[in-house]
């Protein structure tokens, strides 16, 4: 079984940053891939950015450019800095994580096994 905890939410201006956190805990393997997806209230969950180890990072066109996934493996830890916030960032973001590497940085939910709580991310 694998966990996952987000944290590093908050209330933000309209053009301020954010870096969220994710750490990764439990049956993991050597590699896993790694993904951010957010879902607003009336929304369906949406694929923010997804990344494996080896590969390019996959992000959405709304956020392409002002949002950056990373990961630091020695701290089992994935991050999503946010910069440029706008009022339709606002959601809440989870991360989720799937030891099937052919998922890659696919932002599909439906192909991510273990999900976190999320974290509020609300722009005004």
């Known amino acids: 079984h694998v966990q996952l905890v987000e944290s590093g939410g908050g209330s933000v201006q309209a053009g301020g940053s954010l870096k969220l956190s994710c750490v990764v805990s439990g049956s993991i393997g050597s590699d896993y891939c790694m993904a951010w997806f957010r879902q607003a209230p009336g929304k369906e969950r949406e694929g923010v950015a997804g990344l494996l180890s080896d590969g390019d990072p996959t992000y959405a066109v709304s956020v392409k450019g002002r949002f950056t996934i990373s990961r630091d493996n020695a701290k089992n830890t994935v991050y999503l800095q946010m910069d440029s916030l706008k009022p339709e960032d606002t959601a809440m973001y989870y991360c989720?994580?799937?030891?099937?590497?052919?998922?890659?940085?696919?932002?599909?939910?439906?192909?991510?096994?273990?999900w976190g709580q999320g974290t509020q991310v609300t722009v005004s």
């Open positions: 989720a994580e799937d030891s099937r590497l052919y998922v890659g940085g696919s932002l599909i939910a439906t192909e991510y096994t273990y």
